[in-house]
């Protein structure tokens, strides 16, 4: 028993270091090695003893590595500017809900672009987290989403009591990221890391954009604008445009499952 869990502790900081290289080499066992090798992927085939199992598997390299991103990408919401009020205090309890809302919006949209990053490679590693036998189970990625909304409502300081209120904000917030980073991965977006260099950066403000109207969608038809002075009833135009592009993040991991 301890040594599995010498094993599991040994696999955990090789992914952690392994994270430069996920953005080059994907969620994959080349990663790992390209950290070994000082950055050069193909080698050191002596790791890949840490990380057994089919990419499936809790113990394989792509789930040791979306692992170690998601909690990396979690952490580094804490040190977002976003947290600090205008006169660069750490945010005020005393905030009233809907300005804590907004921050926590915007430090989804932070963990957005972490995604960003390594999305070449996300979908293969997404297919991975929904592996049950053959059959996708989704509601680990909607668990993945709502351990980021969590996050992000406990650091902006939002109050809402444990009532109806604060389920539905935190299903938006955790749908509102689950959609945009899906539309973010759709097969003709998520394609190359190259692609950074030759329009990635659209492709990021156009998922961005999905995910405030979608976390904006609270607010009365008629009511005040929101960000970029979106009102409510702009906001409900991105659910037929995400029907149309974002939808096909999920034929992007289906595809890396092999359906």
Same mark, same amino acid.
């Given at each position: #028993?301890?040594?599995?869990?010498?094993?599991?502790?040994?696999?955990?900081?090789?992914?952690?270091?392994?994270?430069?290289?996920?953005?080059?080499?994907? &969620?994959?066992?080349?990663?790992? %090695?390209?950290?070994?090798?000082?950055?050069?992927?193909?080698?050191?085939?002596?790791?890949?003893?840490?990380f057994p199992g089919p990419p499936g598997a809790e113990t394989s390299a792509m789930r040791r590595l979306l692992e170690a991103h998601d909690a990396a990408s979690l952490a580094s919401m804490a040190e977002s500017p976003s947290l600090k009020s205008s006169s660069?205090?750490?945010?005020?309890?005393?905030?009233?809900?809907?300005?804590?809302? %907004?921050?926590?919006?915007?430090?989804?949209?932070?963990?957005?672009?972490?995604? &960003?990053?390594?999305?070449?490679?996300?979908?293969?590693?997404?297919?991975?987290?929904?592996?049950?036998?053959?059959?996708?189970?989704?509601?680990?990625? &909607?668990?993945?989403?709502?351990?980021?909304?969590?996050?992000?409502?406990?650091?902006?300081?939002?109050?809402?009591?444990?009532? #109806?209120?604060?389920?539905?904000?935190?299903?938006?917030?955790?749908?509102?990221?689950?959609?945009?980073? +899906?539309? #973010?991965?759709?097969?003709?977006?998520?394609?190359?890391?190259?692609?950074?260099?030759?329009?990635?950066?659209?492709?990021?403000?156009?998922?961005?954009?999905?995910?405030?109207?979608?976390?904006?969608l609270r607010l009365p038809l008629s009511g005040p604008t929101i960000g970029e002075g979106q009102t409510m009833e702009e906001a409900l135009k991105s659910t037929k445009q995400w029907v149309t592009w974002g939808s096909r993040g999920w034929l992007g991991i &289906?595809?890396? #499952?092999? +359906?």
């Amino acid at each position: #028993m301890a040594t599995a869990a010498a094993a599991a502790a040994s696999a955990r900081a090789v992914a952690n270091g392994a994270l430069a290289h996920v953005p080059r080499y994907g &969620f994959t066992i080349d990663a790992i %090695r390209a950290s070994s090798l000082g950055g050069n992927g193909g080698g050191g085939e002596g790791v890949e003893s840490l990380f057994p199992g089919p990419p499936g598997a809790e113990t394989s390299a792509m789930r040791r590595l979306l692992e170690a991103h998601d909690a990396a990408s979690l952490a580094s919401m804490a040190e977002s500017p976003s947290l600090k009020s205008s006169s660069g205090n750490d945010a005020q309890l005393n905030d009233d809900d809907e300005t804590a809302y %907004r921050r926590a919006v915007s430090l989804v949209e932070s963990r957005l672009r972490r995604s &960003f990053d390594v999305r070449a490679g996300l979908p293969d590693a997404l297919a991975s987290l929904l592996i049950s036998g053959r059959v996708p189970n989704p509601s680990t990625l &909607f668990q993945r989403s709502g351990r980021i909304a969590d996050e992000a409502l406990r650091l902006a300081a939002w109050k809402g009591d444990y009532s #109806m209120d604060w389920y539905t904000t935190r299903l938006r917030l955790a749908q509102s990221f689950l959609l945009a980073e +899906l539309h #973010m991965l759709a097969p003709n977006r998520a394609s190359t890391v190259d692609d950074v260099e030759e329009g990635g950066e659209e492709t990021l403000k156009g998922s961005t954009e999905i995910l405030r109207r979608l976390a904006y969608l609270r607010l009365p038809l008629s009511g005040p604008t929101i960000g970029e002075g979106q009102t409510m009833e702009e906001a409900l135009k991105s659910t037929k445009q995400w029907v149309t592009w974002g939808s096909r993040g999920w034929l992007g991991i &289906f595809r890396s #499952m092999g +359906l």
